[in-house]
């Protein structure tokens, strides 16, 4: 796809002070009728800005950032989470019963179900969907799916999950996407490169909008689904916008040339915060900032620093670096200090260490630790050497440019670890090259993010030794908490599930595979003057754009008011017509100026 330039036309109007008053009674409450009229009738268009673009348009190969956005937007789960408390909620299920031992779920879907091309979908979908999973070992869903799974489908609205032992899977629910056989079954047993590697734009979905077109580098564009099985959404058109940086994106905003700019950084909040008719949307810290160890075996090109795999080095970098100056001057107040691995927003699992239990911050420690190890400086060039390689600590680590404040992280952390004889190559790239030094293994540690589901066996599971190769950060591998995972699983039990799962927290934070920097917020601004009836997940201070489902996308609409960006194109203000109105009275001549704004495939 190609995209076109923009343009402005001008218009040079002249008019008598007889005409003006013919003008007058045209512009009173007909002519305003007849715009709303006009306006009620144009596609409507909600535009976002970001400076994330895609990296892929396949749902089993998605890994970060906006990706999951749109898979969220344009695939239902059998079940999905509440907005408010991100419990289980009906979906494409009305809801599932399991027996008496839980080994046994019966889900009952809604009649009627529609893809968006208007063919039926079925029970079969979600087996197809759900086995296709298991089978072709994709990492990002498989640890929804425990102890074995058979998928039984009587008819096209019900669906049968039977386990080996009891599981409380469905009750998660399974952050899986449903999708449709006809489409994914000639995939289907193929390697998963090439499963990953199949293109889908434009996509068939169940959910309210679908990815019809992506230009890489420009945006992308998603149409109201006609076949969605909920409340039709208002709104018609999604477009995307990609901002080389976020100065731009914020003008764009300023401007009312987007109605939302996403993942705004800490520093530019002051700046919106007093445009007139902005709203600043500041999410609840549900992620977290990760430096991850490389520990081998990752990719085929990976050769991390063997010394990474003394835990005694890993205890001194985290020794080493500032969290609380992370949170203070990247984040400026809007996160707090990291230390295990479920983010503070899954409040009864997650694991807060006191504060006189947790790794202090002390170079002056670090660097003894280092040196009582027989890490040493032995030629003066002030990087330390391995004593059983002789090989210096020089570490390479990549940075997500895509993530708020990963590249400033790493820019401290250089300083930090330089203080304690740790030399340190920082990269900072984007999320698809990000994913390739993942994939390959070729880094040494990595700054990155990791969110995690409600439920924490998911984030959990990431871990574990089974998923090396595929979620792993680096193939940490410990047969201790590997044991530790699959007893949690196994428990039904919440009280008591919870004792697992904050020991196994506890255990991680002990053996450092890698170091949870800060909790840091969102920041999301909007035109609350163009559009309202926004529903965040979790809760008020939940993100308005899909991340957990899409509900805020169905319920969104225009103001009343405001018909400039419901119609895609900027409607002659009123002021303007009283000006005209005092200098044609006047008899001059005036020049109305009329900006349509520039679509996607025009930016």
Known sequence: MKAGGGRNHGRAIVLSAVAMAVLVAATGPLAQAQESSTAADAPIVLT??????????????????????????QYDMMLKFDSETLSPAPSLATGCEPN??????????????????????????????????????????????????????PDDTTFIWKAEAPTFALDMPPWAYIVPQKVWEGVDGKPLSEIKAQENTPSIGSGPFTLTEWTQGQGWTMQKNPYFWGDEPVVDTLKFRVYSNQEAMTQALRNGEIDIADGLRPSL?????????????KVVSDWWLNLAFNFGGQGPDADPLPALKDIDVRTAIEMAIDKQ????????????????????????WHLDIPADQEVPFSPEDAAAMLEDAGYTDT???????????????????PASQDTTGAVEAGQLIVGYLKAIGIEVDLKPVTDAKMNDYWGAGSFDAYIWYWSGDP???????????????????????????????ERQRGILNRDERLKVVQEAQQYLYDQVPGVVLAYPGWIQAYRSDRFEGWIPAPGDHGYITPTYNYDSFVSVHPVASSTSSSTGSSSVPGWLWLVAIAAIAAGAIVFVRRGRRRDLDEA
């Open 48 to 73: 976002v800005g970001t400076t994330v673009d895609l990296v892929t348009d396949n749902p089993f190969a998605v890994s970060a950032g906006n990706d999951w956005s749109v898979v969220t937007t």
């Open 269 to 281: 909040v002051q700046s919106v915060d007093g445009i007139d008719g902005v709203t600043v949307q």
């Open 379 to 397: 030629d003066g060039d002030g990087i330390r050497e391995d004593p059983s390689t002789g090989e210096p600590l020089q570490m390479l680590i």
């Open 455 to 485: 439920d924490p066996d998911y984030q959990l599971s990431v871990f574990t030794t089974d998923q090396c190769g595929d979620w792993s950060d680096g193939c940490f591998s410990d047969p201790t908490y590997d044991a530790l995972y």
């Open 325 to 348: 100056a992370i949170a203070d001057k990247v984040y400026q107040g809007t996160a707090t200090t990291g230390d295990t691995i479920i983010r503070p927003a899954s409040a009864f």
């Open 100 to 153: 008496d031992d839980s080994t046994v779920w019966t889900c009952t879907l809604r009649d009627g179900l529609k893809w968006s091309d208007g063919s039926p979908l079925t029970s079969r979908d979600i087996a197809f969907s759900y086995r296709f999973i298991i089978d072709n070992k994709v990492p990002q869903y498989r640890a929804y799916f425990p102890f074995n799974p058979t998928f039984e489908t």
